[in-house]
């Protein structure tokens, strides 16, 4: 199934069904489902402070898509932390919505980190962690065809996935 929805995820955008949906909302759905499968996944969600509107969390995107990309995205948090916390940060901006997903663990080297988004590709750090290297390159594009962006950030030992999806995806 992750050959189908990667070509479904890079195949014409006009096409693609949209609907209003929190953000938030999804990703509370996936954490849920995702803390059912591992009992030992601890979640931290936390909120910016200043959220200006009640619905700065709320974009135009495909669920299914969306719901597929951010469970890929929080099961590789999961499966390469060293103490099994995920953690969740929603930052509304100005014109989109910001989400981190970051959990403690061994960094990438440089030539693994610029190729994490590249299909079936695998670092050095999956040895022995289960997986064929789709997850990743379906969730970007994903993110993609949302006019979103992604990237990857490894800083005083934390892994981060940035995400950022702007509030009305065209």
Known sequence: TSLLMLNKATSNTDSLPKANLRIDELIFRIVDEMELLHADMQ????????????????????????????RNLIENCYKYSTDKIVSIDFIAEEKGVMVLLS?????????????????????????????????LSLAKSIIDLHNGNIEYIYLDKINTFKVYLPSWCK
Do not use: Q, V
């Open 43 to 70: 979640t931290n969600i936390n909120f910016n402070d200043n959220t200006p509107l009640p619905h700065a969390f709320e974009i135009n995107a495909n669920s299914l898509l969306l719901a597929n990309c951010f």
């Open 103 to 135: 959990n403690r663990g061994a960094g990438m080297d440089k030539k693994d980190s610029e190729n994490i988004f590249t299909p079936f590709y695998r670092g050095k750090n999956s040895i022995g962690i289960k997986g064929i290297g789709l997850g």
